[in-house]
């Protein structure tokens, strides 16, 4: 799997000028590391009118490869839930043959609905954090939050030594936000009382969403509602 792209040509949403723009199918950050600062900064694919001056990010499929990292990520903001699914089925039947790697180095691979889902699980994985547990406590705080003020989007945008550091996307702008890490640490231990019961292989790809952290913390209380059935 190499880097990989192609040329469209692009409608400015505000004037209707059309510009050529490039489409980046894969990326691959051991010939490409320039594609990935990019992407972080939300530049890879941005259209930038000539004819009004607006810029706009174009959503589009998009393979991220990190070897050094053994990041494996699939971006498809072009499918809905149920076609999410069902790529997800498409992934985990290909397994391994999609990205070869030593049994003892098992891959991060996922499949994320959104840009800011793929640049949220690089930071997350860089960071030497568990993506479930991360969803877990994003979760709890977008649901405790919604008797007040609903949260449009909750994103980890850093990490310190006692506190998660987010970015919360409300209905008049985005705000900072801070968690104790012992947040963290308690959706830990979640994730240690469930993770048999969801069956899931860490070499596999998976799609670890706010439907996850749901069904997880579902299956959390009712496995502590009923010790005996445990």
């Known amino acids: 799997m190499t880097t990989a792209f192609h040329q469209v040509m692009a409608q400015c949403p505000v004037c209707l ?3 050529e723009l490039t489409i980046w199918d894969v990326i691959d950050t051991s010939t490409d590391p320039d594609l990935k600062e990019k992407l972080l900064r939300k530049t890879l694919q941005s259209l930038e009118c000539r004819n009004c001056g607006h810029s706009t ?6 393979v991220y490869r990190d070897p050094k990292q053994h990041i494996l990520i699939e971006s498809r903001p072009d499918l809905g839930p149920d076609d999410l699914l069902v790529r997800l089925q498409d992934l985990q039947a290909a397994g391994p043959t999609l990205w070869p790697t030593p049994a003892e180095t098992a891959p991060f691979r996922r499949l994320v609905a959104s840009v800011n889902d793929l640049i949220e699980k690089i930071l997350v994985h860089e960071q030497g954090l568990d993506d479930r547990a991360l969803e877990l406590v994003k979760f709890v705080v977008i649901k ?3 008797q007040d003020t609903p949260i449009e989007e909750l994103r980890l945008v850093g990490v310190a030594k006692s506190e998660l550091n987010f970015v919360m996307k409300l209905e008049d702008g ?4 801070q968690l104790v890490v012992d947040a963290y640490h308690n959706a830990q231990m979640i994730l240690e009382q469930t993770t048999d019961t969801l069956n899931h292989d860490p070499a ?3 799609l670890i969403d706010s439907t996850y952290a749901e069904r997880m913390i579902d299956r959390f209380t009712a496995a502590m509602s009923d010790p005996i059935g445990q």
């Open 17 to 19: 000028n059309e510009e």
């Open 57 to 62: 990010l174009i959503a589009a499929p998009l």
């Open 144 to 146: 405790h939050q919604a």
């Open 174 to 177: 985005w705000f900072q936000y």
């Open 204 to 206: 596999a790809f998976a």
